[in-house]
């Protein structure tokens, strides 16, 4: 068999501006709880601080950082901008920008579940509001724990804060993920956020809705003719997604041992990855149409998934895990989908912490040809079946690989790709996750966050497996940190005939 070979395609984008081209939005003060915990400093500040220097900020734009340890603006300034500098990428950060940026960052320092507090948030607000003019408009932003969002929510409620809905400026509260630990809670909390904020003002973070090769899945398949009619159980074998990871836990081993792969990673990023592939056609482009798709995939999900659990070799040694955590690093899931389209399609999927690679992608794997014309068994044997590969990062594209005749007298088969680069196709550089999330917000486009209903489907499906696990008396399986899993993991391909796609170095 031919080695594979690549193939490049070149993006050649139709002349004429963008479809829908943004305008700056709306004039906000951001309220950024958990100001100088892991998630502000590493996403949520640098994403701001980028937006800024892009100018895609209004100039008004200005954060107020609460935070208990907060003690001054200028040291919240010197924190963020070292933060910043750290974890920008590589040629985006320069003084001049950060030291314009950084004047219009507060701080209110105060404690989520102290009345006082959010009374001096107040107070706060409406004097920056005033001088900076700020227009009325807030954005709350929970960068905390989950267990702080209620005592948040309640609180900003309480205190009045947010402006009720209807005309006049608006508030709106961006709450990351997990949205609770099991169904039971996420309905709990999505009450509670309906009580307090309206659910038209609330906006359940995915950053993987905000990849931009996220969403291209819905471009690929709805902007081109060829792929639709194969995308169903007739032609496809079935689907592979993985979100391996070669870091470990960081320094977020209180969050993360509490939590464990299937509440970080699978109820979230992966089903959502999942709903979008799958999807049916949605009625339009708008938001309420692309959720009420996913949702109805997520509502035919067959309960009971196959799954695999493991840790990797050396989690309970990490600094603030405990030493018998149970805590799995690593999922791998057989999904299958109850309707027309998907009967008799494995979904598979992935995820893990310290494996051999970081990539995140999806693979449909087309069905075998049904008989081979060329005689010869070893050439037969050899015809790979087609794969569509959508890579989500690193190395942002798509490809397809396919059979072609290697040159020569000799009949020999071997297999190509034909690649698309985002970044050699299109040579622009990538808005990264956080920052459009952020702008989306700031507009009010609630398309790529979740639904209430969104949230509770999911729960709904991965809640009995999540229970399983943890009452699993074996606990999860231990893989070496490095390699591509557990071995069980494998097991749950080959016994279907299949086998993962080549997650090695
Ligand atoms: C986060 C998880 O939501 O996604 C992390 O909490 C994970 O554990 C991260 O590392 C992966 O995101 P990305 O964008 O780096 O693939």
Redesign the pocket.
């Known amino acids: 068999m031919a080695e594979v070979t690549r193939t490049q395609v070149r993006a050649e984008p139709a002349a004429g501006g963008p479809i829908l081209k943004p305008d700056l939005p709306d004039p906000c003060l951001c309220v950024n709880f958990g100001a100088t915990g892991d998630l502000s400093r590493r996403m949520l500040v640098p994403a701001l601080y980028a937006l800024w220097r892009q100018r895609a900020l209004p100039p008004p734009f200005t954060v107020i950082g609460f935070s208990r340890s907060a003690e001054s603006d200028g040291a919240l300034r010197d924190a963020l901008r070292s933060s910043t500098k750290q974890f920008a990428p590589a040629g985006s950060f320069d003084d001049k920008s950060w030291e314009e940026f950084e004047q219009r960052i507060f701080t209110s320092r105060g404690d989520v579940n102290d009345p006082a507090s959010y009374r001096a948030l107040q107070a706060r607000m409406t004097q920056i509001e005033r001088e900076r003019g700020t227009q009325g408009n807030r954005l709350f932003y929970l960068a905390v724990p989950p267990s702080s969002f209620p005592g948040i929510l309640r609180g900003v409620h309480q205190h009045r804060l947010l402006h009720p809905p209807g005309a006049g400026p608006w508030s709106r509260v961006v709450i990351e993920?997990p949205f609770g630990r099991d169904l039971k809670s996420a309905r709990v909390l999505n009450r509670l956020a309906a009580e307090t904020v309206g659910e038209k003002a609330v906006y359940r973070i995915d950053?993987f809705l905000g990849k931009e090769t996220v969403q291209n899945l819905l471009v690929l398949r709805f902007a081109n003719s060829l792929f639709e009619p194969v995308w169903n159980r007739k032609h496809l074998d079935h689907v592979q997604i993985t979100v391996a990871?070669d870091i470990g836990i960081e320094n977020r081993a209180r969050f993360y041992d509490e939590t464990g792969v299937l509440r970080?990673?699978v109820q979230n990023?992966l089903l959502q990855l999942l709903a979008l592939v799958a999807m049916e056609p949605p009625v339009s482009f708008t938001g309420d149409d692309i959720r009420d798709g996913k949702v109805r995939c997520l509502r035919s999900l067959r309960p009971g998934p196959e799954m695999v659990c493991g840790q990797y070799r050396g989690y309970r040694g990490e600094e603030g895990v405990a030493p018998d955590s149970r805590t799995p690093t690593y999922a791998a899931l057989r999904v299958m989908i109850d309707n027309w389209r998907w009967q008799g399609v494995p979904f598979y999927l992935r995820t893990g912490k310290r494996l051999a690679r970081k990539t995140?992608e999806i693979v449909l794997q087309f069905q075998s040809i049904p008989f081979c014309l060329f005689g010869r068994e070893d050439v037969c044997r050899r015809i790979e079946p087609n794969t569509l590969a959508i890579r989500i990062?690193p190395d942002e594209g798509i490809s397809l690989r396919f059979a072609a005749k290697a040159p020569g007298e000799e009949l020999e088969i071997g297999s190509v790709r034909m690649d698309f680069s985002y970044e050699e196709g299109f040579r622009r550089p990538m808005v990264s996750?956080y920052e459009r999330l952020l702008l989306d917000c700031m507009r009010g486009d609630q398309s790529l966050f979740l639904r209430a209903d969104a949230v509770e489907h999911s729960w709904e499906f991965m809640g009995p497996p999540l229970e399983a696990a943890e009452a699993d008396p074996e606990g999860p399986k231990i893989y070496e940190p490095g390699s591509t899993g557990p071995r069980e993991a494998a097991l749950l391909l080959s016994k279907d005939g299949r086998r993962w796609t080549d997650l090695g170095k």
Request: charged residues 35%; aromatic residues 0%.
């Open positions: 993920k950053h990871e970080d990673m990023h995140t990062q996750a």
